[in-house]
């Protein structure tokens, strides 16, 4: 199924229903159907041909969202990208995937206006809502809708810049057939009543986009928020009934730290998807309590998207009703139509309980990187996808992810895996988040040292962290040094980004507490 696929079979279930909503106004599925056809007859009269790569520059908005479904009916591939990036970043992104045309915001003209100088491949600007900068404004670029149906069987629907925590982006190639079976799965693993009302605190950008098609495969609203705001979402979670919704373990933390949270009522909520990093044991017990039974986690990557593995909100529970706690430090088990193992440096697969690089087969992997076919070889080496976690699978098939393999310290001689020791740090009180890394020791090769950020008004003793974290996971994991700062430095999209942390730590930048 194309994108616009979904879009139509929410529309044939109800064309008059509500299909996208912010804030008082929305527009019916026959609005948003309506408007794709205008944005997919512009985009061929412009000359964009089915394989064209068009992108959009925009925070979360129904119009935006609604170009996704044109470009879709195109035949054309939709280029996320993301509001946060610097505008050299987004220049570098546009120039790479030999972008066409371009869609954003007015908000976003300045950038558009540094870096359109840059980019002679793209021969089409277009300003959503207001006076262009550069191009052409909507009601220049937009006419009426016609039959355009341009399709290929199985095109590439997407063209996603993976998220550059390590190093310059690469383009992610997902075909249709990976988004369909990613919806296939959603729609099988987790809990769907009629018509469910999905709300998108997330960048529309990234999982929350792809998160919006099972959900208009079922004729349902989309609410959507312009930008995270914990006290909002509350609001809105209430008034419009949200059954749906997803948020990265960071906003989870805030809104856990919100004084609405018990107040509001929240009973409408089938499932709230957590994903994209690791989320604390302890934090989670406190989401399953103050939010409810509904918590959903979800495990992929940019290069086979959500679905690599998951835990519904029932496996977060034994047979007889109490929390499965061992449970909630997995990434579920391996999605229906995905298989999972675990493979040593030599391409061999290993038995249950050993760890090793976690490596995929199924549908749901992309179909390469675009112009590298170097890095797609290296990511498919032995047959598999390779994803770059570690891990392994238990007795009853969990996945359990215990580092990045960039990430792993070697302290002493001993493999410490971060993961662990920041489950650890996080199970002590007055802490936010944190991250766990390794820095060059001349005793120990590398010595573990976590940063953490503490909850508002929170004091954190050093020494007091190391001796809670030492009785639990031992003095070789114990960090050597706690540092604490007001905050975190993080990706575009909420990941705590190491390197730049190990960096400032290197010059530092930062005093220890412990």
Known sequence: MRLVDYLDKGASLDAEAPCLTLDDRSLSYREVQDLARRVAAALVARGVRPGGKVAILSANDPISFSCVFGISLAGAVWCPINPRNEAAENRDLLSAFDCEVLIYQEGFAPLVERIADDLPGVHTFVCLDGAPVRGIDWDAFTGPADSTDEHEPDSIAMLVGTGGTTGKPKGVLLTESNLETMTSMTLI????????????????????????MPVLSLGGEIVIMRSPDVDRFLELVEMRRVTHTFMPPTLIYALLGSERLDSTDLSSLECFWYGAAPMSVTRLEESLRRIGPVMGQLFGQTEAPMMISMLPPAEHFEADGSVATARLASAG??????????????????????????????????????????????????GW??????????????????????????????????????????????????????????????????????????????????AFVKERIGSVKTPKEVHVWDDLPRSKVGKVVKPEIKARLLVGDAPAEG
């Open 333 to 382: 088990r391996p999605a229906p139509l995905v298989t999972v193992e675990i493979m040593d440096e030599h391409g061999t697969l290993l038995p249950r309980g050993e760890r090793g690089e976690v490596v995929v087969r199924s549908p749901l992997v992309m179909a390469g990187y675009y112009k590298n076919p170097e890095a797609t070889a290296e990511a498919s080496a032995h």
């Open 189 to 212: 693993g987790y809990p769907f009543g009629r018509r469910p009302v999905y709300l998108a605190i997330a960048p529309l950008t990234h999982a929350a986009g792809v998160l919006c």
């Open 385 to 466: 996808h390779h994803t770059g976690d570690i891990g392994y699978l238990d007795a009853d098939g969990y996945l359990f992810i215990v580092d990045r393999a960039k990430d792993m310290i070697i302290s002493g001689g001993f493999n410490v895996y971060s993961t662990e020791v920041e489950q650890a740090v996080m199970a002590h009180g007055g802490i936010r988040d944190c991250a766990v890394l390794g820095l060059p020791d001349e005793k120990w090769g590398e010595r573990v040292v976590v940063v953490v950020q503490p909850e508002p008004d929170a004091q954190i003793d050093g020494e007091a962290l190391r």
